[in-house]
RNA sequence: GCCGAGGUGACAGAGUGGCCAAUGUGACCGCCUGCAGAGCGGUUUUCCGGGAGUUCGAAUCUUCCCCUCGGCACCA
């Protein structure tokens, strides 16, 4: 079986065959670091880092390139705004980014480069456009990428014609009124007094949006990408610029190979807007509901399509995780109790079927809904067999490794496998739950069901949950 | 105006020609249990926006219509 992806530029499902061999050079458009991240922006990173866990999963060698907009239109306004530094401001929010993704389990970048990181690189990158006459300097110190030498590639990737984006782009084309053509994008834009910029053969000034992404993907992605990733807002103009950019400084096509792009999230079916209300960041919904349900959440729903957030929803992909979670938890108690014994009970078999089942959902364009279909009703076979015959330690242990194998991917089931609770946020120590347990032990022994429970009771409002079960009981903080 | 995505049970959401449609949540019933929890089994489930067509066969292909959402130079 093949890996297919559905890649923007074709607007098809393709076999993914990568440029060279294994190797595959992936890179996603990071955010502008002018507030914090929202779910939007989780959105994103949490399925690129699906995609790129799962591709390393199937062997690939993946160099996973994310850069991070430190300089931008969008900060220096911020800034002017809160009358803080730009680049204070720019380093609070790189800060809160890099804690936001730590925070939902998105493995770091293997690398992670900054606009102001790069100006050298970005510098040469407009030089060598001008050189090759792809880019015009005017008067006033700007630098803008000449589209009528590329027209050709022009609606490339968003499909659309040159005279359907100029009709569309309308009253906001003349804005800067030192353009060539009205589709021109701006690669090195003059700074003005109390501006952060830097000195170029064009005079001080910052780069254009567009080229900091083309500048650094060329320096470390090599000149041609296998995938590239972003938001469907991206598409155009960003990811076409850059389509222009970079192919005029390489001449080398195509820029990217594949080019995935991921829907987007609204919110009680609105897009999430400032002006709306409807704005939540990362951290504001950390507060309320765990990583792993947020991850799950996402999972729950193809990357391509729109997702609905809403706390209904996450409170629905909350129960939906546990259900999973649950059964972890219950191989683990299991293997305690297990035997050495050479009764597998067909574990294996389930398994081998579970593994192919999400192999092939997620070929499919990364279907982690289906896997995530798959994987309730490997689950459920899991429960039964569990409390239907008694599974020896080994055949247990595949179960646990397997679900521990396929987390490499998800990402979200790691403490439910490890068994680690953060033992430190309850108010009990084991001891003292020890001592509690046995005087509910005591209480139940004599049948003193009203004192059983309310010692019961007492530790959960403690937060440690309490279960008895065929094997004894068993306890875990929550 | 141009471009795109989509309409599947109470809700969420897979499936893109052939087992009268996966899975989860909710609700209800049963088993288990002192009770609860977890789990298991079952019901809700004659769910594919509407019409026409192609086909032995359509949620899936063609065509027309209705509706929703998004992008179009700030955007993940």
């Known amino acids: 079986m093949a890996l297919r992806v559905y890649n923007t530029l074709t607007r098809e499902m393709e076999e993914f065959v990568p440029l060279h061999g294994k190797k595959v050079n992936m890179y996603v458009c990071g955010p502008t670091v002018y507030d914090h991240c929202h779910l939007g922006h989780a959105r994103s990173y949490i399925s690129f880092d699906i995609i790129r866990r799962y591709l390393s999963y199937r062997g690939y060698d993946v160099h996973y390139i994310s850069n991070i907009t430190d300089v931008d239109d969008k900060i220096i306004n911020r800034a002017k705004e809160t009358g803080e530094d730009p680049f204070d401001l720019s380093a609070r929010f790189t800060c809160s980014f890099i804690e936001d993704m730590a925070s939902l389990m998105v493995k770091?970048?293997?690398?992670?480069?900054?606009?102001?990181?790069?100006?050298?690189?970005?510098?040469?990158?407009?030089?060598?456009?001008?050189?090759?006459?792809?880019?015009?300097?005017?008067?006033?110190?700007?630098?803008?990428?000449?589209?009528?030498?590329?027209?050709?590639?022009?609606?490339?990737?968003?499909?659309?014609?040159?005279?359907?984006?100029?009709?569309?782009?309308?009253?906001?084309?003349?804005?800067?009124?030192?353009?060539?053509?009205?589709?021109?994008?701006?690669?090195?834009k003059s700074s003005a007094k109390g501006e952060p910029g830097w000195d170029s053969p064009w005079g001080r000034g910052r780069p254009g949006w567009h080229i900091e992404c083309s500048a650094m993907s060329m320096k470390y992605g090599s000149q041609q990408l296998d995938i590239h990733g972003g938001g469907a807002d991206l598409i155009f103009p960003h990811h076409e610029a850059e389509i222009h950019q970079s192919e005029g400084c390489t001449g080398k096509h195509p820029f990217s190979k594949y080019w995935l792009h991921n829907g987007f999230l609204t919110i009680d079916k609105e897009k999430m807007s400032k002006s709306l209300g409807n704005f939540f960041t990362i951290k504001q919904v950390l507060e309320e509901f765990p990583p792993e349900v947020i991850r799950?959440?996402?999972?729950?729903?193809?990357?391509?399509?729109?997702?609905?957030?809403?706390?209904?929803?996450?409170?629905?992909?909350?129960?939906?995780?546990?259900?999973?979670?649950?059964?972890?938890?219950?191989?683990?108690?299991?293997?305690?109790?297990?035997?050495?014994?050479?009764?597998?009970?067909?574990?294996?078999?389930?398994?081998?079927?579970?593994?192919?089942?999400?192999?092939?959902?997620?070929?499919?364009?990364?279907n982690t809904r289906e896997a995530l279909a798959n994987l309730f009703i490997f689950s459920r076979k899991v429960n039964a067999i569990i409390s239907g015959s008694s599974p020896d330690r080994p055949a247990l242990e595949a179960v646990l490794g397997f679900f521990s194998e396929i987390d490499e991917v998800l990402g979200v089931f790691g403490k439910d496998i490890s068994g680690v609770t953060e033992g430190t946020s309850g108010e009990l120590s084991d001891k003292d739950i020890d001592t509690m347990i046995q005087q509910r032990e005591e209480a139940r022994g004599a049948k003193d069901w009203k004192r059983s429970d309310a010692i019961r009771d007492e530790l959960k409002e403690k937060g440690v949950i309490i279960e008895d079960g065929k094997e004894g009981l068993r306890w875990r903080r929550v």
């Open 108 to 188: 770091k970048p293997d690398v992670q480069p900054t606009v102001t990181g790069h100006i050298t690189e970005i510098v040469d990158a407009i030089k060598l456009l001008m050189l090759r006459e792809f880019a015009y300097p005017t008067p006033e110190g700007n630098v803008y990428y000449d589209l009528t030498r590329s027209k050709e590639k022009i609606g490339i990737l968003s499909h659309q014609t040159e005279e359907g984006l100029m009709e569309g782009s309308g009253a906001r084309i003349d804005v800067e009124k030192d353009k060539k053509y009205p589709l021109d994008f701006v690669l090195w």
């Open 296 to 366: 799950f959440f996402i999972l729950n729903t193809h990357y391509r399509n729109t997702i609905d957030f809403s706390k209904m929803h996450l409170e629905e992909a909350g129960r939906a995780y546990e259900r999973i979670a649950n059964t972890i938890i219950n191989v683990r108690y299991a293997i305690e109790n297990a035997t050495e014994g050479d009764n597998d009970s067909g574990l294996p078999n389930e398994i081998s079927e579970a593994r192919d089942q999400f192999t092939i959902s997620m070929d499919e364009d990364f």
